[in-house]
């Protein structure tokens, strides 16, 4: 089964930088989609980045292209999320998650972590 942890949330400035981990346990991420999704308060939880086991490249939503990076090290079994020049809309709980299939959609999605939360303000 795998398990994965995410850390890393905080309160920072607008314009400010935090970066995201999930570290996963259980089995290694190779091989499986991997993907970070994000809901903010009384909205629906909507993807922001996701690595496709398919493809082998990464995607970003609009509204985080140009900030946020993906990253992955295979040897530490986690995955990260550089978020740079962050906006008080940023301001979400942040959830890793992966899918078994190629698919970056949330019902895809068989393991999430609890999420980390992420508060952009002054």
């Known amino acids: 089964q795998l398990q994965l942890v995410e850390s890393g949330g905080g309160l920072v400035q607008p314009g400010g930088s935090l970066r995201l981990s999930c570290a996963a346990s259980?089995?290694?991420?190779?091989?499986?989609?991997i993907a970070w999704f994000r809901q903010a308060p009384g909205k629906e939880r909507e993807g922001v980045s996701c690595l496709s086991s398919r493809t082998g490249s990464t995607n970003y939503a609009d509204s985080v292209k140009g900030r946020f990076t993906f990253s992955r090290d295979s040897a530490k079994n986690t995955v990260f999320l550089q978020m740079n020049s962050l906006k008080p809309e940023d301001t979400a709980v942040y959830y890793c998650a992966a899918s078994i299939t190629s698919y970056c959609a949330r019902r895809s999605m068989n393991y999430w972590g609890k999420g980390t939360l992420v508060t952009v303000s002054s």
């Open positions: 259980g089995k290694p991420l190779d091989g499986y989609t």
